[in-house]
């Protein structure tokens, strides 16, 4: 019997951290780019770290990009809606749905701050809980630098400090997370770090044969806190994409059942060579 709780208690527990680990990716291998053109994308809902196991995607509620070229040009949105195509995408152990999005060169032809804005439907985990990640990811073209440090009016956020398409490995990244317009204090972070190259002609994570697991499952999503000003800092030890996540930061309804809003932000690290 008591082995029995005993393994009923680790099941229960590794299944909570793992509902904690969801990451809404948006994919693309560089971030900060010397000309722009043809992108191409993938949005897929899954456990970065382990790359094993991909969550069903709803519908797209909005997908687009602002761009700013220099710190007082102005801003211009364009809907990416138009250019996304569903796929399965394939995960270690499974496949789940997910989208492709091959963004054309007249989206990003001109220098500056390039802010793209994932918000899919709900996703139901479990029979008790909606899910609703509105994901940020920021891309430059040219070096030209505008937006990537402004708000943009989503209901939660994480808001960047530093450039999130700037950063060497063993340095730092800042930022401060938002919700409904404010700084949330002692917000809640989980950061993981994208252990998989994701291969857009196969839509897959790539083998690694012989890649390092975690020594501990709490470094597969590592936690901190934000400070009393909603401001958080973090370390960089590795080149890649990291995910930063804040979770349930407002809590509502959706369909009569309860609904949490998160915020995710990508941000990409690069080896001084």
């Known amino acids: 019997m008591k082995k029995g709780f005993i393994l009923a208690g680790l099941i229960t527990l590794f299944s909570a951290a793992s509902a904690l680990a969801h ?58 809606r138009e250019y996304l195509s569903e796929i399965s995408w394939k995960s270690h152990d499974n496949e789940g749905k997910a989208y492709a999005a091959k963004i054309p060169s007249r989206v990003m032809r001109s220098m500056g701050d390039y802010v793209f804005v994932l918000v899919p439907s709900p996703y139901l985990e479990g029979d008790d809980e909606y899910i609703k ?95 009393a000003s909603g401001e958080f800092t973090i370390g960089l030890p590795k080149a890649g994409w990291w995910g930063i996540a804040a979770p349930d930061l407002i809590e509502t309804e959706y369909k009569d059942i309860d609904m949490v809003k998160e915020a995710v932000l990508w941000i990409q690290v690069t080896d001084i060579k």
């Open 133 to 227: 990640q509105y994901t940020k990811m920021i891309m430059n073209v040219g070096g030209v630098p505008g937006n990537w440090h402004e708000p943009v009016g989503l209901p939660v956020e994480i808001v960047p400090l530093d450039k999130p398409y700037a950063n060497w490995t063993g340095g730092v990244f800042r930022g401060v997370v938002m919700a409904n317009g404010e700084p949330v204090p002692h917000a809640e972070l989980e950061i993981e770090y994208l252990n998989y190259e994701p291969d857009l002609r196969r839509n897959a994570f790539k083998k690694r044969p012989g890649i390092r697991k975690a020594p501990h499952p709490a470094f597969e999503s590592m936690e901190i806190r934000a400070n």
């Open 23 to 80: 990451f809404q990716m948006i994919y693309t291998p560089q971030s900060a780019l010397e000309r722009g053109g043809e992108l191409d994308m993938r949005l897929i809902f899954t456990h970065p770290f382990d790359g094993d196991h991909t969550m069903d995607m709803g519908p797209v509620e909005e997908f687009y990009v602002i761009h700013q070229r220099g710190e007082d040009g102005d801003a211009t949105k364009t809907d990416l």
